[in-house]
Antibody, heavy 123, light 108 residues
């Protein structure tokens, strides 16, 4: 079954840290770039970060640059998002999503999404 | 950063009616626009990519059109399961990839 399953969400105090994970199955994970997208409570979708299929390049939204780190382990079919210096405005459901089939394809069509994991930043 | 503006914010229609949703980009994005459907408590679902191509398994009542800065998602005849929030999304220029603010299609 082709799917993405996120985990690691929870409640954290402002300034704290959290690590999210996304486990992929049913497709050739190591051939795809991967994204994190978040959605604040009652809000729209916000792209957070992207990592190349081999982990060689990473990209971030300005709102998280310097605080979040995306990484992947292709031997375990997992994607991670390390989140530090968390702020109230980071409260959101975080989704992992499949990106382009690389390296030749750079079409960021997010065609497969996980169910999301909720991160709440609150004192 | 490319800003996507969706209109209207809310569309109140009855089952069987035609829905027309708009998305305008702050600069040209050629055809690199996609549409997603999201129901409460669920992840977004890809409907349309590259402005007019239906994703796998998407019913023919969903169609997309447009290029440059103006795009439209049309649902020809609303089914009960189509009442949801719809987001447009651009991949022409990044980072950042950007989404519109959404259009809620609600039952009248």
């Amino acid at each position: 079954q082709v799917q993405l399953v996120e985990s690691g969400g929870g409640v954290v105090q402002p300034g704290g840290s959290l690590r999210l994970s996304c486990e992929a199955s049913g497709f050739s994970y190591s051939s795809y770039g991967m994204h994190w997208v978040r959605q604040g409570p009652g809000k729209g979708l916000e792209w957070v970060s992207f990592i190349w299929y081999d982990g060689s390049k990473t990209y971030y939204a300005d709102s998280v640059k310097g605080r979040f780190t995306i990484s992947r382990d292709n031997s375990k079919n997992t994607l991670s998002l390390e989140m530090n210096s968390l702020r109230d405005e980071d409260t959101a459901v975080y989704y992992c999503a499949r990106g382009p089939h690389q390296p030749l394809n750079l079409d960021h069509i997010l065609d497969l999404w996980g169910q999301g994991t909720l991160v709440t930043v609150s004192s | 950063e490319i800003v996507l503006t969706q209109s209207p914010a809310t569309l109140s229609l009855s089952p069987g009616e035609r829905a027309t949703l708009s998305c305008r980009a702050s600069q040209t994005i050629d055809i690199y626009l996609a549409w997603y459907q999201q129901k409460p408590g669920q992840a977004p679902r890809l409907l349309i990519y590259d402005a007019s191509k239906r994703a796998t398994g998407i019913p023919a009542r969903f169609s997309g059109s447009g290029s440059g800065t103006d795009f439209t998602l049309t649902i020809s005849s609303l089914e009960p399961e189509d009442f949801a929030v719809y987001y447009c999304y651009q991949r022409k220029t990044w980072p950042p990839l950007t989404f519109g603010g959404g259009t809620k299609v609600e039952i009248k």
